[in-house]
Every structure is written in C-alpha cells, then in structure tokens.
C-alpha cells in the first residue's frame, strides 16, 4: 500500500488483488511485444435513493469494475509509436485476454504518432501522502431515505412543493500501472445531496434548489436546512419582472461563477492549446486578469475534491500558481499534449486538481454595495461559450439590484461579453467560497457586460 492511505482492511485487499492483475497485464503485453503499454484498474460501488410526496422515489445500487489496456507498438523504420487501446467490465481471464488482443490488433493497425508514449520515469510520482480523501462511512438505503425525506419536509414545511429529494453515496478506487515500472492506486468516498423545489404565485411557477456534497455523509449540511435553503431560494424567484436591455456590472453568485473558472480551465487545457481550439493560446507570462488576481492549484489538500498523487499519466501532481498577480503562469499539459506543444507536462492528464480563487472582497452583502445597481446572476442555462473566440452568451436570471440592496427577480434574460474582457473587467472576488466541487470561489463582480432584457 501507498503510505498513508487509510482505508480500511477489505479495500486494501482488493486494493492488491488489482494490482496484482494490472502487473500481470502488463507483462502479458510485455511478451506480445509491445513496445510499451499501461493498465487502468477501476472499481466502485454506490447507493442513491430519491423521493417525491413524502413516498420513496427511486432506490439504486450500483457495483462496477473495468479494467482498460492501452499498448504502444513501433514499427520498422517508422518514427513514433502506434497506440491500441480496449477495455472490459468483465474482468474474467478470457475478457482480459480478449481486450489485450484487442488492444494490441489497434496498435498494428494504426498510424504511428511522433508524440505518444508513456511519461518519462523521471516524472513518474514518488510522493505518497496523506490525501485523507478515504473517509469511512455507514451506508443504507435507510439512512439514505431517511435523509432525503427530511430535507423534503423541511422544504414542504415552508410553503414549497417538492419536485424531487436525493441522497447519494459511494466509493471506490483506481490502479494504473505503466511498463516503466510504476503501480500506484488512488481511492475515495463521496457523498451528496439535494432538493428541487417548486412555487407558485399568480399562475407563474418558479423553480430551485440547493444541493451539497463532502467525502463522507456526516460532512454533508443537515438535511432540514438544506430543505429551508431549497425553498427559500424557490420562493424569492417569485413574482420576477423584466428588465430592459443594457450594459450594466453584473455580480456572479459563487455557485455560477465557478463556470467563469471552468471556462479558464477549458482554455489553458493541452488538448485545446494544442488543437487551436482556445482564445488563450499563447497567452502564458501576459497579464489576464487584473493584478490583485491569484488562482492556486493544489491537489495535495486533504480530503479535496480533486486531491491526487498522480495524474493519469502516472505523472507526480504539484502545487503551483495557475495565475499570479493576473498573469497567467502556464497551462494544464498531459504527456502527449506537451509533446505537442514542445512544453514540458504539468502533470495534469485527467484536469486539473482543487482550484482555489483568493479573494479580495468581502461576502455576498458586501459585494452587493460594491456593485451599487447591476444584476446579480444566480443561475446560467445554455452553453454559449465560443472556446476559440471566447465570445459569451448565456440565458440568465436572478435579481436587479439598486443602492446595493436587491430590489426585486428577474429571468429570461441573456449575459453577453467576450470572457477575455470578462476576466479584465474583473472587479472583485468574494469570500463567500462555494466549497462543494475541485473549483473553489466566491462570488465575482465583472465591471460591465451587455443584458438582453425581455422588455
């Protein structure tokens, strides 16, 4: 075992059994002849359960294992290296084999490519921390249930329908192992929870929730709050009014923010960079956001949500600056993507690991003077976002604001603006860090974007 994994006895032991298949894969490709090759193990096992009317909904177990074989052929005065992929859920001696020769049938056939292959051993990971990201945990279909219809009464109790209530929790593992040599395994627990509620005023239904999620079900926010929380947002949508087109500030409540986030990350992955397919190619040592902006990636904090020894390269994952005083200090590379771009990788194959955007402003209220009269937006439909442009459009709603204070919803609306003006414009970013996901930020504040109205 990895040192300071902390699951417990039955884990480890299917732990090793994986590895042991992996291993054993590995040398079977060895005496087909591959020139290289890696081995995905991945098993895991959850329990989810929804409810509607106070009656239990849906209940569902889920038990899954693969097992997946990449091999890397070269070939006779061709440069580069051919790669085969297969995999199976079956994991019995004649479905592996069978994917193994899948795997190696690909790679005979396929074009060699100059940039494939495994990571350099030099890069290979060799520091096994503590993630903490293993929490031990009880779970029931019961407990579960029971969970989820609390949340629902609460919600009930406030005056709300309820459209649907949901508790979900699970764990897992994963082996990879590469013919350099290298075996190493990640593992974790997850559990979730939400509740949609509905309402209504004068014949106008409105909807929201609120939803929350941690390594482990006692991390989660209690059940009866969560219901409050559900239908309190429910209930301010209702009664919204139109609001007339223009360039106002727009203020980003933390939970849609975090797609601000995701949309860097898009940019600054290897695949885009690599592919023209991103506004900020080149844009690495230039300034992005503005000079008080520091982003981090981390994925060493202890139970995070993207907490990771390895990438899926098998590369060592480190801490580092993303942004620095608004500069963009590099990208995310896997092996192959680097090698595309002449960089080195970043030992981010898979994405990126527990992003935290400092602030620099205080919470939501706080925020809510500094934007003085703009429209706050706590909730984004479509997927308007050109990742070659950058151009952004996207259906809103939520509230106008006068004086700092909220005046009153609105919806069917559309924020428009180009992300790169977006990240310039940045005003500020609040300490009201949504915590539930690899992307943490507060709130943000954009100077200036175009509102289509709906009057």
């Given at each position: ?27 079977t490709v060895k ?344 429209l706050l937006v ?9 990742p070659v442009t ?66």
């Amino acid at each position: 075992m990895q040192r300071g994994e902390s699951v417990n006895q039955e884990i480890k032991t299917k732990i090793e059994n994986a590895k042991s298949i992996v291993a054993e894969v590995l040398e079977t490709v060895k005496r087909l002849g591959a020139f290289e090759a890696e081995v995905v193990y991945s098993q895991g096992s959850g329990l989810a359960v929804s409810t509607r009317g106070g009656q239990v909904d849906t209940v569902e177990r889920n038990d899954d294992r693969s097992l997946a074989v990449t091999v890397y052929l070269k070939k006779p005065d061709q440069q580069g290296l051919s790669k085969g992929s297969a995999s199976t859920a079956v994991l019995d001696a004649d479905a592996i084999a069978l994917s193994v020769e899948k795997a190696m049938n690909i790679a005979r056939w396929t074009e060699p490519d100059p940039h494939m292959g495994l990571a350099d051993p030099s890069l290979l990971a060799t520091q096994f921390p503590d993630l903490q990201t293993w929490k031990p945990q009880t779970v029931s279909a019961d407990a579960l249930i029971q969970r989820a219809l609390q949340a629902e009464s609460a919600a009930r109790e406030c005056g709300v329908s309820v459209d649907n209530s949901s508790a979900q929790a699970g764990e897992g593992f994963s082996v990879y192992g590469n013919s350099h040599g290298f075996i190493g395994h990640q593992a974790g627990t997850t559990a979730s929870a939400s509740v949609v509620a509905l309402a209504e005023h004068d014949g106008a239904m409105e909807r929201d929730y609120w939803w929350d999620a941690s390594r482990h079900l006692a991390g989660l926010m209690p059940a009866e709050d969560m219901g409050e929380q559900a239908a309190c947002r429910t209930q301010k949508r209702l009664g919204a009014k139109k609001l007339a087109s223009g360039s106002y500030p727009v203020l980003f409540e933390a939970p849609v923010a975090k797609s601000l986030v995701g949309h860097l990350l898009q940019a600054i992955s290897g695949s885009a960079l690599y592919q023209d397919a991103s506004f900020l190619k080149g844009a690495a040592g230039q300034a992005v956001f503005p000079s008080w902006l520091q982003i981090s990636e981390d994925p060493f904090v202890p139970g995070g949500f993207a907490s990771r020894h390895f990438d899926n390269d098998g590369v060592q994952t480190r801490a580092r600056s993303l942004v620095s005083d608004g500069v963009l200090q590099g990208y995310l590379l896997s092996c192959y993507a680097a090698r595309r771009l002449g960089l080195e990788p970043t030992g981010n194959a898979g994405g990126a690991h527990n992003i935290e955007v400092h602030a620099n402003a205080g919470d939501l209220p706080a925020l809510l003077k500094q934007l003085d009269t703009g429209l706050l937006v706590t909730e984004l439909m479509g997927q308007g976002m050109n990742p070659v442009t950058g151009d952004y459009s996207r259906g809103a709603s939520g509230f106008w604001v006068e004086n700092g204070q909220i005046q009153y919803p609105v919806n069917e609306i559309t924020v428009a603006g180009n992300l790169k003006d977006m990240y310039a414009g940045l005003q500020a970013v609040g300490s009201d860090t949504d915590k539930r996901s690899k992307i943490q930020t507060g709130s943000w504040l954009i100077d200036k974007m175009a509102v289509a109205g709906n009057r």
